[in-house]
Structures are given as structure tokens and as C-alpha cells.
């Protein structure tokens, strides 16, 4: 079945350094791809999604680039506040494989220190 | 605009006591869902529908019950509650479910503690 994989955390950078999060999926079909963001103790939201491959995302200095040949869906920031301490998940959405259902990664979560 | 609504926020129940966790969308989707979410295990699809009159399972249902009588209600049964379901509990929408590009909305959860 359809599955997507992201690196385990928690990532702890300082402000203004590079992040990077790798997530990869497996999936039938022509799958969308997503970055959610949960901040703590509040609901999941999105940040980002591409809906088809070399399609790039884009929001609040994040991109992620769809990337068919290598299956990955890769969140990018180039400098990072304090305020992007979140929980971030990766997700893909497959009218084939998943029944049009969100299939989630566990998720990164992510501390800045400044 | 409301978007998606649960309630209630926070609830303690007692094992073998049964409630309902009722979810809104005022954005006419037919596509609704809920997921669990437990440390370390990501988000897991508990039920989802299509449609009003059409649900399914997901990859967690068991203990679980939904109906949809309307395009706008989705609640989530649980029948005879366990401490393994203590768990946060989310409600989600979208415009379909047949369109993998359409953005899925979350509410803002409903923390449930089982003693």
C-alpha cells in the first residue's frame, strides 16, 4: 500500500540555520504531496503542496520540490525563526492507492533555539 | 467562516462508557474523515465518507462507529471506550475525495483521555 516516510526527530536548530526535512513515499498511481505543520496544542495546518511531479511548493519561506524520479517530497527552509518550532508531517494523497485519503508520516519535530 | 468544528475539545471518560464526538464543516465537502493521532505513530484514518450515506473504514476502525446523514455532520461513536483510546482525535474535509489535489482541512482536535 501507500506509505510515506520521513526522517525521525526531533531536529533542533539554531535561528537562521538551514533546515532541511527528507520525507520519501511509495504509492500507485499519481499521487499529491503535502506538508502539514502542527503547532503545539493546536490542529494540523497546511503548509504546502504540489500536485505533480517537478511541481514546487511554496509558503512562509518553505519549498519542497516533487520529485518523481527519486519519490521524494523534500521541506526546505533557508533560515529558520524561533516560530517555526512545530511538528511537521508529510503526506500524500492518492485517488488510487489511499482511496483519497491522507497517508501521514510520523512526523519531525522541529525546535529552534535562538 | 467556521471551516471544520469539533467538539468537545477535552474529554475524561471512564472504560466501557460510550460518547460522541461530533465534527461540522460549513464548506459543503463531501469528502470528511477522522484520524488518531498517538506519539510516534503519526496521523491513522480511523473512518472516512464520500459522500452523505457513504462511509468506510480505515486503517483503525475498530471500536469505532460513523454515520453521515448529512453533507455537513460526521460524528465519531465510540462505543464502549478503552484506555487505548486515548488518543487526540481530529475531523477532516475536503470538496472530494476523487481529486487527490484537493486540500484536506483539519479541525482543531478533541483531546480524549479513557481512565
Known amino acids: 500500500g501507500d506509505s510515506v516516510t520521513q526522517m525521525e526527530g526531533p531536529v533542533t536548530l539554531s535561528e537562521e540555520a538551514f533546515l532541511t526535512i527528507n520525507c520519501t513515499y511509495t504509492?500507485?498511481?499519481?499521487?499529491?504531496l503535502f506538508w502539514y505543520v502542527q503547532y503545539p496544542g493546536e490542529g494540523l495546518q497546511l503548509l504546502l503542496k504540489?500536485?505533480?511531479?517537478?511541481d514546487k511548493g511554496s509558503n512562509k519561506g518553505f519549498e519542497a520540490t516533487y520529485r518523481k524520479e527519486t519519490t521524494s517530497f523534500h521541506l526546505e527552509k533557508g533560515s529558520v525563526q524561533v516560530s517555526d518550532s512545530a511538528v511537521y508531517f508529510c503526506?500524500?494523497?492518492?485517488?488510487?492507492?489511499?482511496?483519497?485519503?491522507?497517508?501521514f508520516g510520523k512526523g519531525t519535530k522541529l525546535s529552534v533555539k535562538p | 467562516n467556521a471551516g471544520v468544528t469539533q467538539t468537545p475539545k477535552f474529554q475524561v471518560l471512564k472504560t466501557g462508557q460510550s460518547m460522541t464526538l461530533q465534527c461540522a464543516q460549513d464548506?459543503?465537502?463531501?469528502?470528511m474523515s477522522w484520524y488518531r493521532q498517538d506519539p510516534g505513530m503519526g496521523l491513522r484514518l480511523i473512518h472516512y465518507s464520500v459522500g452523505a450515506g457513504i462511509t468506510d473504514q480505515g486503517e483503525v476502525p475498530n471500536g469505532y462507529n460513523v454515520s453521515r446523514s448529512t453533507t455537513e455532520d460526521f460524528p465519531l461513536r465510540l462505543l464502549s471506550a478503552a484506555p487505548s483510546q486515548t488518543s487526540v482525535y481530529f475531523c477532516?474535509?475536503?470538496?472530494?475525495?476523487?481529486?487527490?489535489?484537493?486540500?484536506?482541512?483539519f479541525g482543531e482536535g478533541s483531546w480524549l483521555t479513557v481512565v
Open positions: 504540489a500536485t505533480k511531479a517537478d
Open positions: 477532516a474535509s475536503s470538496l472530494t475525495g476523487s481529486t487527490s489535489g484537493n486540500t484536506i482541512y
Open positions: 504509492a500507485t498511481g499519481y499521487p499529491s
Open positions: 464548506m459543503n465537502h463531501e469528502y
Open positions: 503526506a500524500l494523497r492518492s485517488y488510487g492507492g489511499s482511496q483519497g485519503n491522507l497517508i
